[in-house]
């Protein structure tokens, strides 16, 4: 099993255009997992009207990768019943995680498919 792609907090926002740029360094690592800082995420990811964060999503399952977002959620998406909703139905899954920590993330990772 290889390493996952963990990002680091600094650098430019997680757009759709960006994500794709992303999984493409992790098919040439061979990654399996890519590890996105929250703060790293564009607000518009945050807000499930916009469709932002089903973009991405989506980008990251069409290549078979699992994306884990680590970190506390911003305030705006602690608030918003429908992107509670989203995290809870993610962590049930295994394709994409929200998670606090990165131990956390270690502690929960889904066995190799």
Request: hydrophobic share 50%; glycine share 8%; charged share 20%.
């Amino acid at each position: 099993m290889t390493d996952p792609l963990v990002l680091s907090g600094d650098g430019v926002s997680i757009t759709s255009r960006v994500a794709r740029d992303v999984i493409g360094d992790a098919l040439t690592l061979r990654a399996q997992t890519v590890v996105i800082p929250v703060e790293r995420l564009e607000p518009a990811f945050f807000d499930l009207r916009t469709g932002v964060a089903g973009d991405i999503v989506q980008a990251f399952v069409t290549y078979q990768l699992r994306l884990v977002v680590v970190g506390p959620l911003p305030p705006v998406a602690v608030a918003s019943r429908a992107f509670g909703a989203f995290v809870a139905e993610a962590n049930r899954g295994t394709q994409l995680r929200f998670v606090e920590t990165l131990a956390e993330a270690e502690r929960r990772k889904p066995a190799v498919p």
